[in-house]
Nanobody, 117 residues
Framework: QVQLVESGGRLVQAGDSLRLSCAVS????????LGWFRRAPGKDRESVAH????????YYADFVKGRFTISKDNVKNTVYLQMNSLKPEDTAIYYC??????????WGQGTQVTVSS
């Protein structure tokens, strides 16, 4: 079992920066990859960024490249999503998820990010 708790979401203005955190606990030694996803109102969930838990390889969705950065601290068991140059279309609930098997198996409860224009 893996537990994930996101934090850091809030209301910001367009152009602002925000850093989300995801505290990871439980069977962390089984984790292969951690990812950030988001769901905007009325839209499907979409992938944002991913990082290999015991390596440094990262993956980004095209719409966040150059603006968002995923990172991790394996000592603190925390994954971060640094978001810069935020746009109103980045408004969504952001979720952290952990992949153990072939898909993401564990999910956090989400944290709301609202970007005003």
């Amino acid at each position: 079992q893996v537990q994930l708790v996101e934090s850091g979401g809030r209301l910001v203005q367009a152009g602002d920066s925000l850093r989300l955190s995801c505290a990871v606990s439980g069977d962390t030694f089984n984790i292969f990859r951690l990812g950030w996803f988001r769901r905007a109102p009325g839209k499907d969930r979409e992938s944002v960024a991913h990082i290999i838990w015991l390596a440094t390889r990262t993956y980004y969705a095209d719409f966040v490249k150059g603006r968002f950065t995923i990172s991790k601290d394996n000592v603190k068991n925390t994954v971060y999503l640094q978001m810069n140059s935020l746009k109103p279309e980045d408004t969504a609930i952001y979720y952290c998820a952990a992949q153990i098997s072939n898909d993401y198996d564990y999910w956090g409860q989400g944290t709301q990010v609202t970007v005003s224009s």
